[in-house]
């Protein structure tokens, strides 16, 4: 009962495949069948190639294919008269493919016996009781990790010369590639900025010096100067501070403006 259920999921969710109209969906559906087909193998007393097939197909092939189609934004694909032409084709083939899998079936339930075909059956037959009770897992992990131990050590190795060899060649760094340093570059656009605004400010208004105020900080290399500078076109006194540096250079350091002030309407 359980074999035909998996069967029939498994059959079902491969026409869905093909049938599928969205590209995403025909990338989503042959989750179902490789889940269906590793139960299958789990019945049939295969674990490992049970745990291995969701493994390497399910995480790995249907994961990269689905991320694949969802970068590329393929959009929904209609069928169309030439789709059509190629479906005859693929019936003779699935029939094909039909009659070969029962024909097997059928032969693997003839006995052996010199009126009847000389056919070999599928099963594989054997008689040692120790090997009998072990599972593939034992198997196959008595093998690998004793008689075939160097040969399991050599892909690790490869792998791990690899990995390596990606993080090198990701790491190494051109002589050629013109690199900034940003914080002159930063520096550079503020004065830019500051003396923009200066310019503007000289252009748009009429200046009166109202008050200057020297003020000694602990280095006798700076002085800030508290101006109070009344625009005659805003009507209005706004506060400016300046940082001025007697050392060669540039000479305005930071100027700040009291927000919030906007011009009166005519």
């Not at 269906?36 to 291995?52: H, K, P, Q, R, Y």
């Not at 400010?201 to 008050?211: A, D, G, M, P």
Request: with cysteine; proline share 6%.
């Amino acid at each position: 009962m359980i074999l035909s259920v998996l069967s029939s999921l498994a059959l079902v969710s491969g026409l869905m495949v093909v049938r599928a109209k969205n590209p995403v969906h025909s990338v989503l559906f042959p989750i179902p069948v490789f889940r269906n087909t590793s139960g299958l193998l789990l019945l049939l007393g295969l674990d490992f190639f049970a745990m291995i097939f969701p493994v390497v197909h399910i995480g790995a092939i249907a994961v990269s294919f689905l991320f694949v189609v969802m970068m590329f934004h393929i959009q929904i694909a209609e069928i169309h008269e030439e789709v059509l032409r190629y479906l005859p084709v693929s019936g003779i083939i699935g029939l094909i493919f039909w009659w070969e899998m029962f024909f097997i079936l059928d032969n693997e339930s003839i006995p052996l016996l010199p009126t009847q075909r000389n056919t070999t059956s599928l099963r594989y037959m054997v008689y040692a009781g120790k090997v009998r009770s072990w599972t593939n897992l034992e198997t196959l992990g008595n093998l690998l990790y004793t008689y075939y131990s160097v040969w399991f050590l050599v892909p690790s190795l490869i792998l791990l010369v690899a990995m390596i060899g990606a993080i090198v060649l990701t790491m190494h760094r051109t002589t050629k590639v013109k690199r900034q340093d940003v914080f002159r570059r930063n520096a550079i656009d503020s004065r830019r900025t500051i003396m923009r605004g200066m310019t503007d400010l000289l252009k748009e208004s009429s200046l009166i010096l109202v008050r200057i105020q020297f003020v000694r900080w602990p280095s006798w290399s700076y002085r800030c100067l508290d101006t109070l500078i009344f625009f005659s076109h805003f009507r209005m006194t706004v506060p400016f501070h300046f940082w001025y540096n007697f050392k060669p250079g540039p000479a305005i350091r930071c100027i700040s403006r009291t927000p919030g002030i906007r011009r009166p309407a005519p």
